[in-house]
């Protein structure tokens, strides 16, 4: 009898199951998935050691290469072994570049942003970058341009 028992409480949880009236623990849902490994990495002029992590669609490589056509680790060193443009004395920093065309009689230019969080954590603590570990590189993005998106001819 008690296996009979067992085996219809089994059935009966499989038809539950199918009909959606089963009550499971939700699975833990993680807020904001990013990939933490890191792209690229320089050190700035006043020794800290700054990393571009993959990251999503919202921070790191993956935001700012489709979003604001930036795909060269080159590019970010150029802004950030100059020096600091704007600092918040809270680990938010802010580097600027130029690029210049080349190759042309009447070269443009275009001015971009690299913005680094040098902290463990994002100002809206959505994410963490891990004990003795920095955010990085958050964006980068062109200035005076639809969408702060790089123009293609800057190659950068």
Same mark, same amino acid.
């Given at each position: ?7 219809? +409480?089994?059935? +009966? ?7 959606? =009236? ?6 833990? !849902? ?7 490994? !890191? ?24 935001h700012f290469t489709?979003?604001?056509n930036i795909k ?41 942003? !690299?913005?680094?969080?040098? =902290? ?11 004990? &003795?570990?920095?955010? &990085? ?20």
């Amino acid at each position: 009898m008690r296996k009979i028992t067992t085996l219809a +409480a089994a059935m +009966a949880f499989a038809a539950s199951l199918m009909s959606g =009236t089963a009550s499971a623990a939700p699975m833990p !849902v993680v807020p904001h998935p990013w990939d933490q490994r !890191v792209k690229c990495q320089t050190d700035d002029p006043e020794g800290r050691h700054i990393v571009t992590r993959y990251g999503n669609s919202e921070l790191g490589w993956y935001h700012f290469t489709g979003r604001h056509n930036i795909k060269k680790c080159s590019t970010l060193y150029a802004a950030l072994h100059g020096r600091v443009d704007r600092d918040d004395h809270h680990g938010h920093l802010e580097c600027d570049g130029v690029v210049f065309e080349t190759g042309v009689p009447r070269p443009r230019q275009v001015k971009f942003t !690299v913005v680094v969080q040098y =902290t463990r954590k994002t100002t809206d603590d959505r994410y963490d970058a891990g004990r &003795g570990q920095k955010i &990085g590189v958050i964006t980068a993005f062109c200035h005076n341009q639809p969408g702060n998106k790089c123009p293609a001819w800057a190659k950068l």
